[in-house]
């Protein structure tokens, strides 16, 4: 008997060492294979920027960079002195990105009050999984909408505009980034502490005013920076503005012209208009470090926003 209970220790003993052994093993593994994951994402993001520079160094010593920055015109597929100037292609991008953010903030922003404010835990529980469901569209779906439903209804209300143009995509992308702003500015407003508003209804404030001007104030952080992340998305849309904006590069920022974005312009030769090591097929490098260059700079700026304005509660 004695013998058995000793049996018994010893192998839930060494039941225990290997336990002990696995453990290590496991504890030993996963930070290394952290490690490599999040290598493998710095070192895949190096190779786009070096990829990017590389192509675009070599479209630069064929098109000098100071026309490519000051000319206004873009007509790369012209035989005789073809025109590589940025800005047309700048003014579409932010012209469309700005009709996008003058849709998107004002219904992401008031549909956020009331997910966080106003609607029961029942309503938020349905609403917010709904609003959500416009994010998990495609969005070459959204460019059809914005061709085949949103700009014949506009050309009922705007009679001079035109099929393609930069009015239908800017609403349907700032319809598109309603459920970022909506989400992360909820997300923002949630994060203020109830007794904060339980101390300005005390005091005799009403719910609207405690929305606007307690919690508003308190989320500005959040707000902003996901406002600011709303631009970088819109900045860098493709499909829809490809589809439904049209192909003509223009300076100008008149809403019922068609227009080319960067993006656009990027789809347009990649699908075969230009021959490989041509100047035309290297310019959409530089096209993209330019894009990629918006969009960083959006990116710091929201990074820089949050962190300057960030309450700790």
Excluded: C, H
Excluded at 1 to 18: F, G, P, R, T, W
Excluded at 80 to 103: E, N, R, Y
Excluded at 185 to 196: L, Q
Excluded at 281 to 294: E, P, Q
């Amino acid at each position: 008997m004695q013998k058995d209970k000793v049996s018994i220790a010893k192998l839930i003993e060494d039941n225990k060492k290997k336990n002990r052994y696995k453990q290590g093993l496991i504890e030993k593994a996963v930070p290394i294979f952290l490690f490599i994951t999040a290598l493998i994402s710095i070192l895949t993001t190096i190779g786009i920027v070096f990829t990017l520079l590389f192509e675009t160094v070599t479209f630069f010593d064929r098109v000098k960079i100071l026309d490519f920055i000051t000319s206004k015109e873009w007509f790369p597929f012209f035989e005789q002195d073809p025109k590589f100037g940025i800005a047309p292609l700048i003014s579409g991008t932010l012209l469309i990105a700005l009709i996008a953010m003058l849709v998107a903030i004002p219904i992401g922003l008031a549909a956020a009050i009331y997910l966080s404010e106003y609607a029961s835990d029942n309503v938020r529980r349905v609403v917010k999984p709904i609003l959500e469901v416009l994010a998990g569209i495609p969005t070459i779906v959204y460019g059809f909408f914005a061709l085949t439903f949103v700009t014949p209804l506009l050309q009922k209300i705007i009679p001079g505009l035109s099929f393609f143009n930069a009015l239908s995509p800017g609403i349907v992308i700032g319809i598109m980034i309603i459920p970022m702003i909506a989400s992360l500015s909820e997300d923002a407003m949630s994060a203020v502490p109830r007794a904060m508003r339980e101390g300005a209804l005390a005091l005799g404030s009403t719910k609207l005013e405690v929305s606007l001007k307690v919690v508003l104030p308190a989320a500005l952080s959040g707000i902003i920076a996901s406002f600011v992340l709303g631009i970088s998305r819109a900045i860098g849309e493709t499909m829809i503005v490809t589809i439904a904006g049209g192909s003509s590069p223009n300076l100008t920022f008149n809403p019922t012209e068609a227009v080319q974005t960067m993006t656009a312009y990027i789809v347009q030769v990649s699908l075969g208009d230009a021959s490989f090591g041509s100047t035309i097929y290297y310019s959409i490098y530089a096209v993209g470090m330019t894009l990629f260059v918006f969009t960083l700079i959006m990116n710091l700026i929201a990074q820089f926003i949050s962190k300057r304005f960030r309450e700790e509660y």
